[in-house]
């Protein structure tokens, strides 16, 4: 046997050991973007209002995190950390962007499983929710969409409990006066 023969099979064995490990984290991954894309890309779409935006958000949302999935795979609230990394992509967006909108000649379809309601009604709330602050947007998708009680919201959006309180019922008054009362008969 030549010299050294022992030590390259053992290097063999470890890129083994470490291709199964990739493989079964890649798995890991994968079950996890199964299970959490569909309500990422809501979301965004909620905080954004334009379905290409919502998925590019979504996908960085997805990379960051792949990026770190051997640390935050195990004991760490992969749903949570997700929102948490989707709203903090949604507030640089809207740094950068600093408020300008992209109109459109046709409305983006909208997507199975959608919210109830009639699809002028949605439409209506998605302009009522598009007229308030990104900051007290992402309080209502995450409190009301989401059903989120208000110390995870705040957590999420880095506030204060108060903080999500008062924003959340100044942004639902805000609504309210805009959508007038025949809104609230349909």
Same mark, same amino acid.
């Given at each position: 046997?030549?010299? !050294?023969? =022992?030590?390259? /099979? %053992?290097l063999g064995g470890? !890129?083994? =050991?470490?291709? /199964? %490990?990739?493989?079964v984290r890649d798995e890991e991954f994968t079950a996890f973007v199964e299970s959490a894309g569909t309500r990422?890309?809501?979301?965004?779409?909620?905080?954004?209002?334009?379905?290409?935006?919502?998925q590019d958000?979504?996908?960085?949302?997805?990379?960051?995190?792949?990026s770190v999935w051997e640390r935050i795979r195990s004991g760490t609230n992969l749903d949570a950390y997700s929102r948490r990394v989707l709203m903090n992509l949604v507030f640089d967006q809207y740094r950068?962007?600093?408020?300008?909108?992209?109109?459109?000649?046709?409305?983006p379809d909208?997507?199975?499983?959608?919210a109830g309601g009639t699809p002028e009604l949605r439409m209506d709330l998605a302009d009522a929710l598009a007229s308030l602050a990104v900051e007290d947007r992402a309080?209502?998708?995450?409190?009301?969409?989401?059903?989120?009680?208000?110390?995870?919201?705040?957590?999420i959006v880095g506030v204060s409990v108060s903080a999500v309180k008062m924003r959340n019922a100044r942004a639902l008054g805000r609504i309210r006066a805009l959508l007038g009362e025949d809104f609230l008969a349909r």
């Open positions: 046997m030549a010299p !050294g023969g =022992a030590g390259i /099979r %053992a470890w !890129g083994r =050991a470490r291709r /199964r %490990a990739r493989t990422l890309r809501h979301n965004a779409y909620l905080m954004c209002r334009d379905w290409h935006l919502a958000l979504t996908q960085h949302t997805l990379a960051k995190m792949y950068r962007r600093s408020g300008s909108e992209i109109v459109v000649a046709e409305l909208q997507p199975d499983g959608a309080i209502l998708v995450l409190r009301h969409a989401e059903d989120h009680s208000v110390e995870t919201v705040a957590a």
